[in-house]
């Protein structure tokens, strides 16, 4: 997700600063048109934002590539803080502009991480998107106080007052819904108090309190699924599948890998290829000794890209001979550097390919 439409507010040709203050009856017209309907999806809002930018082409065409095609409907934002009311129309064009592109970016992102496949995905673009919005929001208050504009803008105040401290509150909102909504993604998060001493450099007595939007708990569980099945347990086979059969075929003919009665080859089979394995579901009852088991493991893993002990012991389907469900500390006892089968394991592994 970008947020260069934010930015130009204060490097590009939206600074306010550089605004001419005498075409509000142009502003005007393109306020009418932006709020001639109430937008319920994501296709919407981002038409709202190009009758704004009706002027600045180049800006649209950007605000669109970032957003591509999508008709999600829209989801408020964790977070939101009250802000001063704009007093005239410019002020009214800003707060409009600001309002609907920090929207427009927190449903982008959301839109956009339903493509993302793995969650070092995740992890890695929220990561960059959440940075980029307190680089700009450090940014904001950095030239709210070179400007001197300490105080909560009201009535008397300029232009350039009430957008520098819109913008800047408004990242801080956006900032925090974002790492609400992903924090499960995220290798760290932060608190207001923290980033206002640590981020924005600011005592404590100059936090805007941040107002949670219950009516935004509905989406945190679908994200949360979401989460779940990126990372659902799999050993993650790589290998010829009919390599994989004959081997625990013959590791069962000949090693007494399995109490076969109970727990068949095909039901190994079966579990080592899973895209899900639900802890506990399915059985796997060894007749050899844990000694032989964890060579075969060793043997096996190559082929596969998560066939540790770790991820044994979260199967929970690994029984001992004994009956014990196999732990990954089983494993570390177990280690051995002639176990009894030894020849026989690794001369089987030749079948596979």
């Known amino acids: 997700m970008e947020i260069k439409l934010l930015d130009s507010i204060l490097h590009g040709q939206l600074k306010p600063w550089k605004v001419d ?3 509000s009856k142009r502003l005007a017209e393109l306020i009418k048109a932006a709020k001639a309907a109430t937008p319920k999806t994501v296709a919407e809002l981002l038409s709202q934002l190009n009758s704004l930018l009706k002027d600045h082409p180049a800006l649209q065409t950007s605000v669109a590539l970032d957003t591509g095609s999508t ?4 989801h408020d934002l964790c977070y939101n803080t009250n802000l ?5 129309t410019i002020t009214q064009f800003y707060y409009l502009l600001i309002t609907y592109e920090t929207l427009r970016s927190y449903n982008t992102l ?3 991480s339903e493509d993302w496949k793995e969650p070092v995905d995740i992890m890695y673009q929220v990561g960059k998107t959440v940075n980029n919005i307190k680089v700009l929001a450090i940014q904001s208050a950095d030239e709210l106080k070179e400007r ?3 105080t909560i803008p009201d009535q008397q105040s300029d232009l350039v007052h009430f957008t520098l401290y819109y913008l800047k509150h408004s990242l801080i909102a956006l900032y925090f819904s974002v790492q609400e909504t992903f924090k499960e993604s995220l290798s760290s998060v932060i608190s207001l108090e923290d980033f206002y001493l640590l981020e924005l450099e600011e005592p404590p007595d100059t936090i805007i309190p941040l107002v949670r939007n219950e009516a935004v708990e509905i989406l945190e569980a679908p994200l949360l699924q979401k989460q779940a099945k990126l990372q659902r347990l799999t050993f993650g086979f790589n290998g010829d599948k009919d390599s994989l059969k004959t081997v625990i075929n013959l590791l069962c003919l000949k090693t007494d890998l399995l109490k076969e009665n109970i727990s068949p080859a095909d039901l190994l089979h079966q579990l080592l290829l899973s895209k899900n394995i639900k802890p506990g579901e399915i059985a796997i009852h060894l007749n050899c000794d844990n000694k032989n088991f ?3 493991i060793q043997n096996m893993s190559p082929y596969f890209s998560s066939l540790s002990f770790v991820n044994i012991e979260h199967s929970k389907s690994f029984h001992s001979r004994q009956g014990t469900l196999l732990k990954a500390n089983n494993f570390s006892k177990a280690k051995s550097f002639d ?3 030894k020849a026989d394991i690794d001369n089987i592994f030749k079948q596979m390919k």
Do not use: I, Q
């Open 71 to 74: 008709s999600m409907p829209l």
């Open 21 to 23: 203050t005498s075409k």
């Open 339 to 341: 176990p009894k089968a």
């Open 148 to 150: 001197g504009l300490l």
């Open 84 to 88: 001063p009311g704009y007093k005239d």
């Open 294 to 296: 964890r060579h075969v």
């Open 110 to 112: 959301l839109a956009k």
